[in-house]
Nanobody
Framework: QVQLEESGGRLVQVGESLRLSCAVS????????MGWFRQAPGREREFVAS????????TYADSVKGRFTISRDNAKNTVYLQMNSLKPEDTAVYFC???????????????WGQGTQVTVSS
């Protein structure tokens, strides 16, 4: 089993930066690609970013490309999402998830965290 726990979400102002963390339990962390998704009220869960198990390859949604950076520290069993130049439309609950391979669809991810709220105020 793999358990994930997000942290770092809070209220920020437009243009500020925030780093989310996702701590993953289990010795198999290195075997999984990791992803970040987000869900705003009344909207479907959407892909944000993903990273391979080695960290050598990443993918991003167009809406966050150039502003967000996904990374991972396999020694700490942790994946991060650095978010810069935040906008009100980035407001959502952010989830991390684990998948066997790099993917951008929620259905491809087997394990999910409970989410952390990010609110960007103007």
């Amino acid at each position: 089993q793999v358990q994930l726990e997000e942290s770092g979400g809070r209220l920020v102002q437009v243009g500020e930066s925030l780093r989310l963390s996702c701590a993953v339990s289990g010795r198999t962390f290195r075997r999984y690609a990791m992803g970040w998704f987000r869900q705003a009220p009344g909207r479907e869960r959407e892909f944000v970013a993903s990273i391979t198990y080695s960290g050598s390859s990443t993918t991003y949604a167009d809406s966050v490309k150039g502003r967000f950076t996904i990374s991972r520290d396999n020694a700490k069993n942790t994946v991060y999402l650095q978010m810069n130049s935040l906008k009100p439309e980035d407001t959502a609950v952010y989830f991390c998830a684990a998948a066997p391979t790099l993917a951008n669809l929620p259905v491809d991810y087997a394990y999910w965290g409970q989410g952390t709220q990010v609110t960007v105020s103007s």
